[in-house]
Nanobody, 122 residues
Framework: QVQLVESGGGLVQAGGSLRLSCAAS????????IGWYRQTPGNQRELVAG???????????NYAGSVKGRFTISRDNAKNTVYLQMNSLKPEDTGVYLC????????????WGQGTQVTVAS
C-alpha cells in the first residue's frame, strides 16, 4: 500500500505563491501516476496536475487548463515527494488540495492523502 501526506497549504493573497508537498511512503515503486486534485464545496474533485513516470522516456505531466502556465508539478524520487508550485494564485484556486496516486497492486487502485486547505484572498 501507499500512504500520502500533504503539507504546505495556507492563506495567501491573490497574486501570491504557495508550494504544496506530498510525501509518499510504502510501496512507492508501484506508483503509476501521482498528482493533485482540488475539491471545492458542491463540486467534484478535479484534476489540477499529474505526473506519470515514463521509465526510460522520462516523466510526462498534464495540467488543468485553468492552471497552465501558473502551476508546476515536480517529483523528487529520492525523497518520494511530489511538489506543486502554485504561482499567480487566484481566488478561484481556493479549495482542498488532495494528493492522489494510482498504484499497481494486483489490480490498479487509488490512494488519497487527507488534503491540505488552500485559501486565496482577493
Amino acid at each position: 500500500q501507499v500512504q500520502l501526506v500533504e503539507s504546505g497549504g495556507g492563506l495567501v493573497q491573490a497574486g501570491g505563491s504557495l508550494r504544496l508537498s506530498c510525501a509518499a511512503s510504502g510501496s512507492t515503486s508501484s506508483i503509476l501516476t501521482i498528482g493533485w486534485y482540488r475539491q471545492t464545496p458542491g463540486n467534484q474533485r478535479e484534476l489540477v496536475a499529474g505526473i506519470r513516470d515514463g521509465g526510460p522516456r522520462g516523466s510526462s505531466t498534464n495540467y488543468a487548463g485553468s492552471v497552465k502556465g501558473r502551476f508546476t508539478i515536480s517529483r523528487d524520487n529520492a525523497k518520494n515527494t511530489v511538489y506543486l508550485q502554485m504561482n499567480s494564485l487566484k481566488p478561484e484556486d481556493t479549495g482542498v488540495y488532495l494528493c492522489h496516486a494510482q498504484v499497481v497492486g494486483g489490480l490498479i487502485y487509488d490512494s488519497w492523502g487527507q488534503g491540505t486547505q488552500v485559501t486565496v484572498a482577493s
